[in-house]
Structure formats: C-alpha cells, structure tokens
C-alpha cells in the first residue's frame, strides 16, 4: 500500500502531465508532438487529451446554440 505522502506526490504528477498536453494541444501542439513530449508509445493514449478539447469546443458551440 502506497502512503498517503507518496499517492500524493503521484496524483500532482498525473494531475500535472494532463495539464500539461490538455493546454499544449488547446494552444494548436501537434498531437504527435504532445504524445512523444509525454513518452506515449502509442499515440492513441495522447488521442484521450484531443478529445475532451473537441468536447470543450462541441460545448461552447452549444452555449450559441442555446442561446438563440
């Protein structure tokens, strides 16, 4: 069992990672790019960051949308 001290430490860096290409590919990175900056050795796992940008993107085209 992991320490309370030692989990932490592991969600900061997860939490951080997931920032990190969630902002890089909001700001145009290359996915390719991101998922090799990351150490992906499939870029499909990168693919997951792409996908909630196109989320965000379907949700703020709703927000038009809803208000007409």
């Known amino acids: 069992l992991l ?3 030692l989990a932490a430490i592991l969600i ?3 939490v951080s990672r997931h920032t990190f290409a969630t902002m890089e590919l909001t ?3 290359d996915l390719y ?3 090799k900056l ?3 050795t499939n870029v499909g796992t990168t693919q ?3 996908d909630i940008i196109n989320k965000r993107g379907d949700e703020a085209v709703e927000l038009i ?3 007409f």
């Open 3 to 5: 320490s309370s001290a």
């Open 12 to 14: 900061i860096l997860h």
């Open 27 to 29: 700001l145009g990175a």
């Open 33 to 35: 790019v991101v998922s």
């Open 38 to 40: 990351l150490g992906h």
């Open 48 to 50: 997951i960051y792409a």
């Open 65 to 67: 949308d809803n208000a």
